[in-house]
């Protein structure tokens, strides 16, 4: 397999740079997804970008990514906190998950400090905007 990289965006992420830049910046998904594109290619990794506001896309996605991908980062949107069809698609295919969210969930809204994502991901970033996005591309150029 070619090191290739899925990076996976889940609901409203569609919607970064138009609202709420306190919280998630000013960046859009466009923006985010150029940058890993580039930091990927100068880590050596073929990155794939795609973004739903559905469930079973991302479930199905994550099905298809099984021996196609060699890592999947992952930003769930608000499926980390409700999704255990996630979390079971994760587990299912053996995916390495790197888990990524802009905000720091745990200096948010209770609701929200609990990631069903992350007790199946090898790793976990919040808080650090889309560097976090950057941290987790190093991070699977680090232990490939
Ligand atoms: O911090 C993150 O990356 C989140 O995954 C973002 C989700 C939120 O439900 C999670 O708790 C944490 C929400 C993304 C919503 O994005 C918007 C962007 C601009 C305007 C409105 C929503």
New binding site residues.
């Given amino acids: 397999m070619a090191h290739r990289v899925l990076v996976l965006n889940g609901p409203?992420?569609n919607?970064?740079g138009?609202?709420?830049p306190q919280t998630?910046g000013t960046q859009t998904l466009a923006d985010i997804e150029t940058l890993c594109i580039a930091e990927g290619k100068a880590l050596g990794l073929d990155v794939t970008c795609r973004q739903s506001n559905h469930e079973g896309d991302l479930v199905t996605w994550i099905q298809e990514a099984m021996g196609q991908y060699e890592a999947l980062i992952l930003?769930?949107?608000?499926y980390?906190?409700t999704s255990v069809a996630i979390h079971d698609a994760i587990r299912a295919t053996g995916l390495k998950v790197i888990e990524v969210?802009?905000?720091n969930?745990h200096a948010r809204e209770p609701f929200?400090h609990h990631s069903y994502v992350s007790a199946v991901a090898a790793g976990v970033i919040?808080g650090l905007g889309a560097t976090g996005y950057k941290l987790a591309l190093t991070a699977i150029a680090d232990k490939r």
């Fill in positions: 409203n992420l919607m970064l138009t609202r709420e998630y930003n769930p949107g608000a980390s906190h969210h802009l905000s969930i929200r919040c």
